[in-house]
Structure formats: structure tokens, C-alpha cells
């Protein structure tokens, strides 16, 4: 599975951006996708994950309530949708996939995408 992360860029605290993880291969919908970030000087860490048919979802605290993932298995597509942006969610963007494993853990996930940049001024 290859996947391509996009709609990263700049944006206004309280503002949103939608991401979107394009894959290709197909055994895609095989695959639970996790999206997780680093933040400039931090560790990567995870943001929110679902499963293979997307029923079941998962975030971190901070971005629950603000962020959506939701994916479309015909389009091989995973999308977050990020509301209410604050300068703390300023980071790379990165999605991957895990056939197996536990959702927010990063070394579960096999396959990742290149990042994508969003940046929240305040």
C-alpha cells in the first residue's frame, strides 16, 4: 500500500483544514489507518485512527470533539476533518497503515505517507 497525504497548509486559529490520504493497492480496505503529527522539536504522536470498515474510530484527547476521520473504501480514500484549529495542532500530518496491532501505536503501522505540512496562526 502506497499512500499520499494532502490539504495541508496555513490557517487562522478557529479556522479548518481537511486532510485527505489517498492509497493505492487493492487491498486497502484491509487496512485500519491511523493519522498522527510532529509538531517542530517533538516526537511524532498519534492523532486519531479507524478501522478497516471505519466504525470504529479513535482520537487523542486534545482533538477530540474538533477532528473527523472518516474513510470511503471505494475511493481508497481516509479523510480528517480538522475544526477549531489552534496554534498547538501546528504540525507534519502523517497517515499509515496497519494490518495488525493497537491503533495509536506508531510502530504498528506498516506502511505511512510522505506528511503533509499545517500550520494555525494565532
Known amino acids: 500500500v502506497q499512500l499520499q497525504a494532502s490539504g495541508g497548509g496555513l490557517v487562522q486559529a478557529g479556522g479548518s483544514l481537511r486532510l485527505s490520504c489517498a492509497a493505492s493497492?487493492?487491498?486497502?480496505?484491509?487496512?485500519?489507518i491511523g493519522w498522527f503529527r510532529q509538531a517542530p522539536g517533538k516526537e511524532r504522536e498519534f492523532v486519531a485512527a479507524?478501522?478497516?470498515?471505519?466504525?470504529?474510530?479513535y482520537y487523542t484527547d486534545s482533538v477530540k470533539g474538533r477532528f473527523t476521520i472518516s474513510r470511503d473504501n471505494a475511493k481508497n480514500t481516509v479523510n480528517l476533518q480538522m475544526n477549531s484549529l489552534k496554534p498547538e495542532d501546528t504540525a507534519v500530518y502523517y497517515c499509515?497503515?496497519?494490518?495488525?496491532?493497537?491503533?495509536?501505536?506508531?510502530?504498528?503501522?506498516?506502511?505511512w505517507g510522505q506528511g503533509t505540512l499545517v500550520t494555525v496562526s494565532s
Open positions: 499509515a497503515a496497519r494490518y495488525t496491532g493497537t491503533y495509536y501505536r506508531e510502530t504498528d503501522y506498516t506502511y
Open positions: 493497492g487493492r487491498s486497502f480496505s484491509r487496512y485500519a
Open positions: 479507524l478501522n478497516w470498515s471505519g466504525d470504529e474510530l
